[in-house]
């Protein structure tokens, strides 16, 4: 019995891929997200003439 107990932790995964795939992915998730939130919000101190990227889509907050 203690040599099975043996056999099976050491063919166990030693890095749990799934999870850091959950974690890469939910991290640039929320870094896209984010981002695209901060373009649409009030402009900072030194970027109020600055131009809108792109990439990132206008919200129109009349309809809120």
Known sequence: ??????EVAANAPHFP?????????GFIAAVSIGSIAWYNSKRPPGWEGKERPDVV???????M
């Open 1 to 6: 019995m203690t040599n099975y107990l043996m």
């Open 57 to 63: 889509p206008d919200v129109d907050t009349s309809k």
């Open 17 to 25: 891929i799934a999870a850091t795939l959950v974690l890469v992915v």
